[in-house]
């Protein structure tokens, strides 16, 4: 027996619905490719720093290139929400949570970094010290949030179970 048009409705979502998901979908999909783009342009940045090795204090290239190579790691996590949001149709926070604690730990190498090479009892050194022990709060604030949430995700009764 052929289907009705409510069933097909009732079964899809509401029909209303379908120019909406299909221009989210756009939309997405537009911010992917911009994230592919912007990580392909950052990691060329990066290689091209690596170059000027030869003209450049090493530690300033090194920290140049290790600020922009973890940059990559952030926006490919960011691509990677986009891909869940986009497969599970629902934005889940644990890869923005990830995103978090990666640009977290950024900070505290490039900020030891540069603590580094201007030890001492300055004030510019125990602002880079107190920054770091923030940010070190921080992302154990944020591991502890994505553990509790994936706990709560396999306990009994909770979430969607499609993980």
């Known amino acids: 027996m052929p289907e009705t048009r409510r069933e097909r409705v009732d079964a899809e979502g509401h029909a209303s619905e379908r120019p909406l998901q299909i221009s989210e979908d ?8 911009l ?15 690596m170059l000027s090795l030869a003209h450049t204090d090493a530690t300033a ?25 986009l497969r599970r149709r629902r ?19 490039l900020l030891s970094i540069k603590a580094a090479e201007a030890p001492g ?3 510019t050194f125990n602002d880079s010290m107190t920054e770091v022990g923030v940010l070190g709060v921080l992302v154990v604030l944020l591991a502890l949030s994505a553990w509790l949430m994936r706990a709560k995700e396999h ?9």
Not at 35 to 41: N, Q, Y
Not at 61 to 83: H, K, P, T
């Open 91 to 109: 934005i889940l926070a644990e890869p923005f949570l990830v995103v978090g604690i990666l640009s977290a730990i950024k900070e505290i190498i």
């Open 35 to 49: 994230l592919v783009a912007v990580a392909l342009v950052v990691l060329v940045d990066a290689a091209h720093g």
């Open 26 to 33: 756009v939309i997405y999909l537009g911010i992917a490719v």
């Open 155 to 163: 306990a009994p009764g909770e979430g969607s179970g499609d993980s």
């Open 61 to 85: 290239v090194v920290l140049g290139v290790l600020d922009r190579l973890l940059l990559v790691f952030i926006i490919v996590e960011l691509l990677y929400a986009v891909r869940v949001t």
């Open 121 to 123: 009892s300055g004030s």
